[in-house]
C-alpha cells in the first residue's frame, strides 16, 4: 500500500480507537470519523464500506499482535511466565485500550475473547503439563478456566474503573494472583 493510502488508514483506524474510549460503536458514524481523521468520506470509502469494517481490521491486527506476544513470552526457571510477560500484556492493553474496552464489554466482541482465551488456553496447558507432567488434563483445564476468567475480570475492572493502577501494579496482582493458583496443581 502506498504510504499516503497507508497514512490515511492509519490516521481512521487511530481516530476509531480514541473514539471508541467515549462512544459505542454504534454512535460512531463515517461522517464523524472523517472530520476527526481530516480525511474525506470518499477517501474512507475507498478504504472501507463501514466503520464496522474499520473496526474489523482493528480486531484482526490486534489479534495478530496478540499471538506474537503470547509465542514470545518468556518463562522464568520455574517454567513459569516472567514477571515481563505480565507488564507486556498491560502495555499492549493499554495501547488498544479503546478497542480493549469495546471488546471486553460488547456482547458482539465474544468471538474475539473466546479466540484469545482458547489462544492463552493452548500456551497455558502446555507449559502446565510439562511443569505438571502427573497432572490429570481435566485438572489443568479447571486451573485454567479459573485464572483466565478471574484474569479478564481483573482486567475488565482496572479498564472500567480508569486504570488508576500503574501498569506495573496491575502486572504483579495478575501475576500473584496466577502463580498462586499453580499450587492447586500439586
Not at 470519523?33 to 475507498?46: D, I, P, Q, S
Not at 480493549?100 to 502446565?128: P, Y
Not at 479498564?159 to 499450587?183: H, Q
Request: net charge neutral; aromatic share 12%; hydrophobic share 40%.
Amino acid at each position: 500500500m502506498p504510504d499516503s493510502k497507508k497514512k490515511n488508514t492509519d490516521k481512521i483506524k487511530q481516530c476509531l480507537t480514541e473514539m471508541l474510549q467515549s462512544s459505542p460503536i454504534d454512535d460512531i458514524t463515517a461522517t464523524e470519523l472523517c472530520k476527526r481523521a481530516g480525511v474525506n468520506r470518499a477517501t474512507f470509502y475507498y478504504h472501507y464500506n463501514s466503520v464496522q469494517d474499520v473496526l474489523a481490521e482493528i480486531q484482526s491486527q490486534l489479534e495478530s499482535e496478540f499471538a506474537q506476544w503470547m509465542s514470545r513470552s518468556p518463562l522464568d526457571i520455574n517454567g513459569l511466565p516472567e514477571k515481563s510477560f505480565y507488564i507486556t500484556f498491560f502495555e499492549f492493553v493499554a495501547r488498544n485500550v479503546g478497542v480493549c474496552r469495546m471488546l471486553l464489554n460488547s456482547q458482539r466482541s465474544s468471538d474475539f475473547v473466546a479466540r484469545a482465551l482458547k489462544a492463552g488456553r493452548t500456551m497455558v496447558v502446555s507449559i502446565m503439563s510439562r511443569l505438571f507432567p502427573q497432572c490429570p488434563a481435566a485438572k489443568i483445564d479447571y486451573y485454567y478456566i479459573f485464572v483466565s476468567n478471574g484474569f479478564l475480570g481483573l482486567l475488565t475492572y482496572w479498564l472500567n474503573s480508569g486504570m488508576k493502577e500503574s501498569i506495573n501494579d496491575i502486572a504483579e496482582v495478575g501475576e500473584r494472583i496466577s502463580t498462586m493458583g499453580v499450587a492447586y496443581l500439586n
